[in-house]
């Protein structure tokens, strides 16, 4: 028996997509979970997909919805596809928010945090969360308090359409803002995300900001600087603000997260980004480059790599940002075949996000334009 098995279905129908969860299930003997992935029509047919497939596994199954879907063998984008995952070994149990849309971010998260506390009862492993863009800020993670200590890792990203996300617990299907999947009884997986940017200039502290108003990086306005290193781009890149969160275990190459700029204070030379940044935190500007994703997702494969410690990957889960991909690449499947090259035998599956789950500076945090790697191994 197989510890994960994985499959794609294009142009499935229900009854189609059950059939091939059966087949999975039949893989991996005592299945103890599961994901699927839909984009195109039957992501316009969620529920449907999700009742289909109800009742048979004997565990949860989180339904979610992208702009496109993978697995090991390719990426899905512009298509009508499913693909999904099974697994064996530990237990699931699933997670559903209902949020109200009057909730901030710190309310929603403080609720996924008390679901997570609930669901892991004290115990390690992961939580896979899947959720409307609408209702989780950039705040949302600052209330989801799970520190190295707890053993817990994090992962997931923001689904497409509505419902968006669905969780079928053996015969029941229900939908929220906020769908997850507690995994216990498994070790931890190394989760590391690898950004889509290049640099335009170097890291300099923040020096002024007022919450989410960046006033002053280094010694200069923060309009100022973003002069100076956008003045190295074509008129047509989409400007990000690159934050570190950290350094790499060598402490050489920093980890990053982006956020958008929305806008700016001409009287005060200020930029208004998506997200707080603390006075001291370094920071540069940054745009999406083919090349410098490609280089960043190899370190960071490599990385994972080292992590595991000659550990024999199970099955991993890959959430990509919806901005990667063909539109960036040129080409389809860059960080499929990517992944594939470092772990040939092992099962994934794959959501194109509206944003990404991943480590932050204390535990994790919401990533842009970044593809973030959950790899599930056996120790050696």
Same mark, same amino acid.
């Given at each position: 028996?197989?510890?994960?098995?994985?499959?794609?279905?294009?142009?499935?129908?229900?009854?189609?997509?059950?059939?091939?969860?059966?087949?999975?299930?039949? !893989?991996?003997?005592?299945? +103890?979970?599961?994901?699927?992935?839909?984009?195109?029509?039957?992501?316009?047919?969620?529920?449907?997909?999700?009742?289909?497939?109800?009742?048979?596994?004997? &565990?949860?199954?989180?339904?979610?919805?992208?702009?496109?879907?993978?697995?090991?063998?390719?990426?899905? !984008?512009?298509?009508? &596809?499913?693909?999904? =995952?099974?697994?064996?070994?530990?237990?699931?149990?699933?997670?559903?928010?209902?949020?109200?849309?009057?909730?901030?971010?710190?309310?929603? %998260?403080?609720?996924?945090?008390?679901?997570?506390?609930?669901?892991?009862?004290?115990?390690? %492993?992961?939580? %896979?969360?899947?959720?409307?863009?609408?209702?989780?800020?950039?705040?949302?993670?600052?209330?989801?308090?799970?520190?190295?200590?707890?053993?817990?890792?994090?992962?997931?990203?923001?689904?497409?359409?509505?419902?968006? &996300?669905? =969780?079928?617990?053996?015969? !029941?299907?229900?939908?929220?803002?906020?769908?997850? =999947?507690?995994?216990?009884?498994?070790?931890?997986?190394?989760?590391?995300?690898?950004?889509?940017?290049?640099?335009?200039?170097?890291?300099?502290?923040?020096?002024?900001?007022?919450?989410?108003?960046?006033?002053?990086?280094?010694?200069?306005?923060?309009?100022?600087?973003?002069?100076?290193?956008?003045?190295?781009?074509?008129?047509?890149?989409? =400007?990000?603000?690159?934050?570190?969160?950290?350094?790499?275990?060598?402490?050489?190459?920093?980890?990053?997260?982006?956020?958008?700029?929305?806008?700016?204070?001409?009287?005060? %030379?200020?930029?208004?980004?998506?997200?707080?940044?603390?006075?001291?935190?370094?920071? +540069?500007?940054?745009?999406?480059? +083919?090349?410098?994703?490609?280089?960043?997702?190899?370190?960071?494969?490599?990385?994972?790599?080292?992590?595991?410690? /000659?550990?024999?990957?199970?099955?991993?889960? @890959?959430?990509?940002?919806? /901005?990667?991909?063909?539109?960036? @690449?040129?080409?389809?499947?860059?960080?499929?075949?990517?992944?594939?090259?470092?772990?040939?035998?092992?099962?994934?599956?794959?959501?194109?996000? &509206?944003?990404?789950?991943?480590?932050?500076?204390?535990?994790?945090?919401?990533?842009? @334009?970044?593809?973030?790697?959950?790899?599930?191994?056996?120790?050696?």
């Amino acid at each position: 028996m197989r510890s994960g098995h994985s499959f794609e279905v294009l142009n499935p129908r229900p009854d189609e997509l059950a059939t091939a969860v059966k087949s999975a299930a039949a !893989e991996v003997g005592r299945a +103890a979970g599961g994901m699927i992935f839909l984009c195109g029509g039957p992501a316009l047919q969620a529920m449907d997909m999700a009742t289909a497939i109800a009742g048979l596994l004997d &565990a949860p199954i989180v339904v979610a919805c992208g702009s496109g879907v993978l697995t090991e063998r390719g990426e899905h !984008e512009n298509v009508s &596809a499913a693909v999904g =995952l099974v697994w064996a070994g530990g237990r699931s149990r699933g997670m559903v928010v209902d949020v109200a849309s009057e909730s901030d971010g710190a309310t929603v %998260g403080a609720r996924v945090h008390e679901e997570i506390r609930r669901a892991m009862e004290g115990a390690a %492993g992961a939580v %896979g969360l899947f959720a409307q863009p609408e209702a989780f800020p950039t705040s949302t993670m600052d209330a989801i308090k799970l520190g190295p200590e707890s053993r817990i890792q994090l992962f997931g990203g923001g689904v497409a359409g509505r419902p968006g &996300a669905v =969780l079928v617990d053996r015969g !029941e299907v229900r939908s929220a803002a906020v769908v997850g =999947l507690a995994m216990l009884g498994i070790a931890p997986p190394v989760v590391r995300a690898s950004v889509a940017c290049r640099l335009l200039g170097p890291l300099r502290p923040v020096t002024q900001a007022e919450g989410g108003l960046l006033l002053r990086i280094g010694k200069k306005s923060a309009i100022e600087e973003l002069k100076d290193q956008a003045s190295k781009t074509h008129g047509r890149d989409l =400007l990000l603000v690159a934050v570190e969160v950290g350094r790499d275990p060598t402490g050489q190459r920093p980890r990053l997260i982006m956020r958008g700029i929305r806008g700016i204070h001409e009287t005060r %030379g200020g930029l208004v980004v998506s997200d707080e940044v603390q006075v001291g935190t370094p920071v +540069a500007f940054a745009v999406r480059d +083919a090349a410098a994703s490609r280089a960043d997702l190899e370190v960071t494969l490599r990385e994972a790599a080292r992590e595991m410690a /000659g550990g024999t990957p199970r099955f991993g889960v @890959y959430v990509d940002c919806a /901005g990667r991909g063909t539109e960036m @690449y040129g080409v389809s499947g860059v960080d499929v075949e990517m992944i594939r090259s470092r772990w040939p035998s092992m099962p994934l599956v794959g959501l194109k996000s &509206a944003f990404e789950i991943g480590p932050g500076r204390q535990g994790s945090a919401i990533h842009m @334009y970044s593809g973030v790697l959950s790899v599930f191994s056996s120790p050696s």
